[in-house]
Each structure stands twice: as structure tokens, then as C-alpha cells.
């Protein structure tokens, strides 16, 4: 049990015979070999000062799956998500009651390093945020200060192979030194996700990357997501249900601060189980 006070639509394959879990929506659609859980969420309320922003909220993060979080500006998905590596605990009203674990261990622990958490659940944000260094300083940052390379030439190899993996490398590879604010934003965006993956975390948290960045830069971030999740567990927070039908295997619907439904993303988009899902889905409100 945790009490922080003072911290801060794409056509899918045809879905797999299911089993109800008791969710919020009544039954939760798992294929009959379900996933592993990475991060498990119980009866998870969040309070600004005494705003009830989040309530009992119950939600599996599969491993090695993209978990869509959508629903109305306002209904708690990005709340949720800066549950997941505790962002909220530098929020002096903000209060998280409940019980989030990750590989089965407690995070909120008052012995867990939340340095160390942060290493292994790292965050992409909104609007990219690249340092005020170079391009290859962005991404050696996280491997300096968390002590993952023993020299330089360990430290290049990260950096080389981080942008690599985050489809940075053959734009960049001849500029290394140059700021990363003179990147593109979509080329910015992928330089933070290479800074993110840098220190090797386990899960990526995405909350709206897309939202600043032009269609064929989200195209480009979309594919991205697509292959990081053979490596890493991703939880993205979208408006764009267009986006969460393309890019993930999950989604959960938040309304008014309730998670009201949460299944197999081909489900949600084509028979979603409460009123409220398809008055969303079908732009009836939202």
C-alpha cells in the first residue's frame, strides 16, 4: 500500500478466443496465453489536494505489448502515466493511494531508489525537450550519471547504438556535436527517445509524442514505437484514437478520471462493452 503526501482505425487480426478478468468493463478481453505483466496497478487513486483526479483504477501493462491510454482531455490518462515512474511526487498537492507494482515489486517502496526507477521506466514527453548540448551529449547523459559506461569508447558505442535504434543515426551520424535544438521536431523527438533508451530501460512511457510533430513525422514515430516494443514495454497516452488503432495491442479508456474499459485494441475500436467507450470511439462526445 502506498500514501505519497508531499511528491511529486486500422484493421487488426481477428481476435483470439477470451476470457473475462473482472475490469472495470466487465470483462477484460486476454488471449487464452495471456502476456506477461510487466507493471500491475490496484485500486489506484490520485487526489490534487482534494480534487479526486483518479479512482480505483485496476490496469495491466503487458510486457513487450504498446498500451494505449485515450480518452477526454482531462480524464486522468496522463495522470496514470506519471503514476507509472512517480513524475507526480514533485507535485506538492498531489497525493497517490494505492498499489503499483512493477515485475511484481512495490514502487513506491519508501526503500526504492526513485532514481533508479526512473532508469528502468523512462519518459518521452509532449513537446520534445533535447537538452541544450550537443546531439551526442543528449544521449550520453543518462549512461554518464546512472555509471553505464567504464569509458569513451563504451559511451560512444551507446550513443551510436541508442540513435541507432531510435532511426536517428544515418541523419545525424556527421553531426554529433552540433546542438540538438537544431534538429527538426520529429528528428528532436526521436533524439529524446534515443536519450530515453540510452540507460536501457525496461518500460517507455509516451505521453502524446506525436501532438507537436507533422504527419510524416509521426509516421516516422509511429514505425518507431512498432519496433521498440520487441525490446521494451511502451504505454502511450493519445487524443488520437486513429494513433492508438495503429500503434498498440492494448487500450484503456479513461472518462472523468474512471477507467471504464480496457481490452484488446481491435475489441475497444469494434465492440467496445460500455456506452461510454463508443460514444467516445464514435465522436459523440470527447
Do not use: W
Not at 526503500?111 to 543528449?138: C, E, H, T, W
Not at 535504434?165 to 546542438?179: I, N, S, T, W, Y
Not at 509516421?219 to 521494451?232: G, S, V
Amino acid at each position: 500500500m502506498m500514501s505519497n503526501t508531499n511528491q511529486a482505425t486500422a484493421a487488426a487480426p481477428a481476435a483470439t478466443p477470451v476470457a473475462p478478468t473482472g475490469d472495470p468493463s466487465g470483462g477484460d478481453p486476454r488471449p487464452a496465453t495471456a502476456a506477461a505483466v510487466k507493471i500491475k496497478a490496484r485500486d489506484v487513486n490520485v487526489y490534487y489536494g482534494d480534487k479526486h483526479a483518479l479512482k480505483h483504477v485496476d490496469l495491466d501493462i503487458n510486457e513487450n505489448e504498446v498500451t494505449a491510454l485515450i480518452g477526454p482531455s482531462g480524464c486522468g490518462k496522463s495522470t496514470f502515466l506519471r503514476c507509472l515512474n512517480r513524475m507526480n511526487d514533485v507535485i506538492d498537492s498531489c497525493r497517490v493511494i494505492g498499489d503499483i507494482t512493477l515485475d511484481e515489486a512495490d514502487i513506491y517502496d519508501p526503500a526504492l531508489d526513485v532514481v533508479q526507477l526512473r532508469a528502468r521506466v523512462g519518459m518521452v514527453f509532449q513537446k520534445p525537450n533535447p537538452f541544450p548540448k550537443s546531439i551526442y551529449d543528449n544521449v550520453a547523459y543518462g549512461p554518464r550519471i546512472h555509471g553505464l559506461a567504464h569509458n569513451k569508447g563504451d559511451i560512444d558505442d551507446i550513443v551510436r547504438q541508442s540513435l541507432e535504434r531510435a532511426g536517428l543515426l544515418k541523419e545525424v551520424h556527421d553531426r554529433l556535436d552540433q546542438p540538438g535544438t537544431g534538429l527538426s521536431g520529429g528528428q528532436q523527438q526521436r533524439l529524446c527517445i534515443a536519450r530515453a533508451i540510452a540507460v536501457n530501460p525496461e518500460v517507455i512511457l509516451m505521453d502524446e509524442p506525436c501532438s507537436a510533430l507533422d504527419p510524416i513525422a509521426t509516421a516516422r514515430i509511429e514505425e518507431l514505437i512498432d519496433e521498440l516494443r520487441e525490446n521494451f514495454t511502451i504505454v502511450i497516452v493519445t487524443h488520437s484514437m486513429q494513433q492508438a488503432a495503429r500503434v498498440s495491442q492494448r487500450t484503456a479508456f479513461f472518462h472523468l478520471g474512471d477507467l471504464v474499459e480496457v481490452g484488446n485494441t481491435e475489441q475497444i475500436f469494434t465492440n467496445p462493452k460500455d456506452s461510454r467507450t463508443q460514444g467516445y470511439i464514435t465522436g459523440r462526445f470527447g
